[in-house]
């Protein structure tokens, strides 16, 4: 079965500061890996995805993953966050075919401080 | 980003009632699937479609049945709402045709059931 784990329920980070969040996952294949992020009373926007290729992919706003597969993660970054970058973020892992099922983490709730 | 819509956004009701959740998508995409958020448990998968008249059950879907006669609408009831049903449900359309296609997610619909 596939799972994704999102170790941090909360993370606090000063605006300018440098910015991971972690994310492990398990699943039988190549997996096909993905962030968004939530705005409060939002819905879900895409931030990045990897599928295949370079490990190190771009995302929108700023953002970066990295794939790692020997240590089963693809952990989230940014340089340099910004005040409007506070929101909830989730990994998902998921396949293509078989109706592309997501699977996703419980989220990590990021708080900029100015 | 594919043109989902949900509706009601908001709705309360009372333990008992049936209640259904309408979710529409422009982008002719095969697939659709429904989603509820609870804190603590990310998004969890109730039930996905892969095509009209074609659906099947997610992790979560006690309780919960779909429909869909037309490739754009895609359709959650719950028979009964129970209180455990409060939770707020995200639709997702995907179009299922390319590799590099992810999920595209509507507003969400939050509904309280007391």
């Known amino acids: 079965a596939q799972s994704v784990t999102q170790p941090d329920i909360h993370i606090t980070v000063s605006e300018g500061a440098s910015l991971e969040l972690r994310c492990n996952y398990s699943?039988?294949?190549?997996?096909?890996l993905f962030w968004y992020v939530q705005s409060p009373g939002q819905g879900l926007q895409l931030l990045l995805k990897y599928f295949s290729g370079d490990t190190l992919v771009q995302g929108i706003k700023g953002f970066e993953a990295e794939f790692k597969r020997s240590q089963s993660s693809f952990n989230l970054r940014k340089p340099s966050v910004h005040w409007s970058d506070a929101a909830e973020y989730f990994c998902?892992?998921?396949?293509?075919?078989?109706?592309?099922?997501?699977?996703f983490g419980t989220g990590t709730r990021l708080q900029v401080t100015l | 980003d594919a043109g989902i819509t949900q509706s009601p956004r908001h709705k309360v009701t009372e333990t008992g009632t049936p209640v259904t959740l309408r979710c529409h998508q422009t982008?002719?995409?095969?697939?659709m699937y429904w989603y509820r958020q609870d804190p603590g448990h990310g998004l969890r998968l109730i039930h996905y479609s892969y095509g009209v008249k074609d659906t099947d059950k997610g992790e979560v879907s006690d309780g919960y049945s779909v429909s869909r006669s037309k490739t754009e609408d895609f359709l959650l009831t719950l028979e009964s709402a129970t209180s455990s049903q409060t939770s707020v449900y995200f639709c997702?359309?995907?179009?299922?045709?390319?590799?590099?296609?992810?999920?595209?997610f509507g507003p969400g619909t939050r509904l309280t059931v007391l």
């Open positions: 699943y039988g294949a190549t997996p096909y």
């Open positions: 998902a892992v998921g396949g293509f075919g078989t109706a592309s099922k997501l699977t």
């Open positions: 982008e002719n995409h095969r697939y």
């Open positions: 997702a359309s995907y179009s299922g045709t390319r590799e590099s296609d992810t999920q595209y």
